[in-house]
């Protein structure tokens, strides 16, 4: 465990636990607590990673792993702009308001716990209760819609968990402890990795379960469709990158995919990531709810960072990262601006929206800039990633792979011209007659990670330079 | 045939009898048996192989851990069928289709 | 293997066969509770006293309580419009084909993952090896409660609130 992240898990804990005693009679003061808990950790977090003499340094002073810090300001990120938008969002009579940021709070100590340990059986502590917290917060609403997708999510998620934990056993029998070290020296042995792969490849098949990679995808369409529409900002934002995307990573770090061992997990993981980037793009082509699109997109988009966790070279690795935190901003937008399109419309089905772009401007600007970065329009940050990702294939001899993961780069885009056209552009529908721009508190949230995908793409340079920290340390 | 294969063959039977349930039913509660099942058999796995690279200790610290999330999953899953029968009335995962694609 | 243990494991899987065959649901929650008290018990014999206490306690009892409780609350409902039951039927005889097909494979495989497995030193006391080793796990737990409790909130409002 990195001691020096861990008030980052202690605090939204403590502030978990006193949100209900302080918000029994005034229930607005749960929103407060729990924005100004997140604001505050973020606030710390740039202090102590974006400070003038640490970008100056080259970011080489940056405590600890690199990339834990980075995935703890991702999680507060977006944490705090779902806590923000449903500040306003939340109906006034909801029963169970404090419930709701309590668990956002638990939920945000637990992706914490995820990506500060250096133990396995701990991650997989983590992740149960990440996973735990998801189901209630998909049921806020009450609508039959989020209990199915709940119901869905746990019927697939907790045997992935015990297929983990056989691989847990086998680890634990093979390596006599379950740390990260302990792998990494491992693989860097000459010893024969027979067992461990096989451990591993258990654990990865757990995990990939758990980040709704296209065979296993059944799950997640449903869980972001039916969530309560904050949530599902949330869920796709950060929840399920974090319980599973993370781990593969991880696990495709420590398992040295990059000097030769354990070749047959890193094409059987390559190829997975390639299946799930042309069927998520299909699928996505051919919905009617935005939410719905949104989803499938966003498992076409986890398709990319698992394949480039399977290539695993340092290039590869730096580019999953990457997309890791440009998909935790532009979902977290698209997500945010369908719950304010459901808010102000009242619906997310693309038929009956039209026009919007006239009532709603803000939203469909953002909108714009969500979409171009997800398909890597430059020079906005999510066309760095994809630039990475597909150069670390072209150097790897992987044309085939480089040349259809840029193919559905352009589908990408034709998917959400479609639906910008249809729900933003093109003739005013009944719809957009009636509504009316979501108020600014709404608008915040989605205008701040537009300006940070605007910023991180304009500022390339000096956030390659931190990737590059983190890939090094990660890998070595 | 040594008994560590005799044990793992024995819970892979057991986790077999577990997946089977949880993929025929429609039943939320006997999905929740089936999960159950799948577990336990994770458990006597972790258990056999502390046994077998006599690591019995830390396997057990590994256990506790592991039943105090078991109930709260458990009790997770239970909440959710609760109230999926108050608003629906309904304990069946497949008459749940308000959402296709 | 022990016959004592031997039997032990045949007793769990057939429970759980029962568990997964049974017609009522209250039977099926019986028997993952025999289920449970099978595993605290092969638990013990392997000398893990402390994680079979806790397995009898809390997954025999505590679980099979909550079960029980959901079971009856949602029996009628399920009386009312069965499942259709022949899948269930077919399970011992797919089993067996499991069985007598992975026979052949999983016992050598098995026995050559044994043969990798690297001795611990397995001294200590379970305290010392969840204070010492495991200290992260502990706060895990009481994370875990505290998302417990938050669910049955969350999921459980209080009505005069509305």
């Given at each position: 465990m990195d001691k020096g992240l861990l008030a980052y898990l202690i605090i939204p804990l403590f502030a978990a636990v006193v949100i209900p005693f302080a918000a029994?009679?005034?229930?607005?003061l749960a929103d407060v607590l729990a924005n100004v808990t997140l604001l505050a950790g973020l606030a710390n977090l740039a202090w102590l990673a974006l400070r003038p003499s640490m970008i100056a340094g080259g970011f080489a002073d940056i405590p600890g792993d690199a990339f834990s810090l980075l995935l703890v300001g991702t999680v507060y990120l977006v944490a705090f702009c779902v806590t923000f938008f449903s500040a306003w969002f939340i109906e006034e009579g909801l029963p169970n308001r404090a419930a709701y940021y309590s668990l956002i709070m638990v939920s945000v100590a637990a992706m914490t716990g995820v990506v500060t340990t250096s133990d396995f059986f701990t991650l997989y502590v983590f992740v149960e209760v990440l996973a735990v917290t998801s189901f209630a917060l998909i049921t806020t609403d009450d609508s039959a819609g989020g209990i199915e997708g709940a119901l869905k999510y746990f019927f697939l998620t907790f045997p992935a968990s015990a297929l983990i934990i056989v691989g847990l056993a086998i680890l634990m029998m093979t390596l006599g402890s379950l740390s990260y070290e302990n792998l990494r020296i491992f693989m860097s042995s000459?010893?024969?990795?027979g067992p461990v792969t096989f451990a591993a490849a258990l654990m990865l098949l757990g995990f990939v379960i758990k980040s709704g990679v296209v065979p296993f995808h059944a799950w997640t369409p449903d869980a972001y469709q039916g969530a309560y529409a904050p949530v599902s900002a949330h869920l796709a934002g950060i929840v399920t990158k974090i319980s599973g995307v993370y781990a593969i990573v991880k696990i495709a770090t420590l398992l040295r995919f990059f000097d030769g061992r354990a070749v047959a997990l890193s094409e059987m993981l390559m190829f997975l990531g390639l299946l799930s980037i042309v069927v998520g793009a299909l699928a996505a082509l051919k919905q009617t709810s935005f939410k719905r699109m949104l989803a499938f997109s966003s498992i076409s988009q986890v398709g990319y960072i698992v394949l480039a966790a399977g290539l695993g070279t340092p290039l590869a690795i730096m580019g999953a990262v990457f997309h890791l935190f440009n998909h935790a901003t532009f979902k977290t937008v698209l997500f945010l601006n369908s719950a304010s399109l459901e808010k102000a419309?009242?619906?997310?089905d693309m038929d009956k929206l039209g026009g919007m772009e006239h009532p709603m401007p803000w939203t469909s600007w953002t909108s714009v800039i969500a979409l171009l970065s997800t398909a890597g329009v430059p020079p906005l940050s999510g066309f760095w990633s994809k630039l990475l990702i597909i150069l670390a294939l072209w150097e790897s001899g992987l044309r085939t792979y480089a040349v259809v993961a840029l193919l559905f780069s352009i589908v990408t885009l034709a998917y959400f011209m479609i639906m910008q056209r249809k729900v933003f552009f093109g003739r005013k529908s009944s719809a957009a007659q009636s509504a009316a721009e979501v108020s600014a508190p709404l608008l915040a949230p989605a205008v701040l990670m537009s300006a940070i995908i605007v910023a991180v793409g304009l500022l390339f340079p000096y956030f390659y330079t931190y990737v590059r920290v983190v890939a090094e340390r990660i890998i070595l | 045939m040594n008994s560590f294969a005799m044990e793992w063959y024995l819970i892979a039977l057991i986790m077999f009898t577990g997946f089977y349930c949880m993929l025929v039913s429609r039943s939320i509660v006997r999905q929740l048996v089936g999960l159950e099942i799948v577990s336990k058999a994770a458990m006597l796995a972790l258990i056999s192989a502390g046994a077998l690279a006599n690591n019995l200790i830390y396997a057990q610290a590994l256990l506790i851990t592991m039943i105090v999330i078991e109930v709260v999953v458990v009790a997770a899953g239970l909440a959710l069928l609760v109230k999926n029968f108050r608003l629906h009335g309904a304990a069946d995962i497949w008459k749940l289709d308000s959402l296709k694609g | 293997m022990n016959d004592y243990r031997l039997i032990l494991f045949l007793l769990a899987a057939l429970f759980s066969v029962w568990a997964v065959m049974a017609r009522r649901l209250l039977t099926s929650a019986i028997m993952l509770a025999l289920v449970s008290v099978a595993v605290a018990l092969i638990f013990f014999d392997y000398g893990a006293p402390w994680a079979g206490v806790f397995e009898l306690s809390v997954c025999a009892g505590l679980i099979t309580v909550l079960f029980i409780g959901a079971v009856s609350l949602i029996r009628e409902a399920d009386e009312q419009n069965p499942e259709n039951r022949t899948r269930f039927h077919a399970l011992p005889l797919v089993l067996a084909a499991f069985a007598i097909a992975s026979w052949f494979y999983l016992p050598a495989f098995f026995a050559e993952l044994a043969s990798w497995a690297r001795p611990g030193n397995g001294g200590g006391t379970i305290g010392l090896a969840l204070w010492d080793m495991r200290r992260p796990d502990l706060l895990g737990q009481i994370l875990m409660l505290a998302a417990g409790v938050f669910v049955i909130k969350s999921v459980f409002p209080r009505r005069n609130e509305k």
């Open positions: 029994r009679n005034r229930p607005r000459d010893i024969p990795a419309a009242g619906t997310t | - | -």
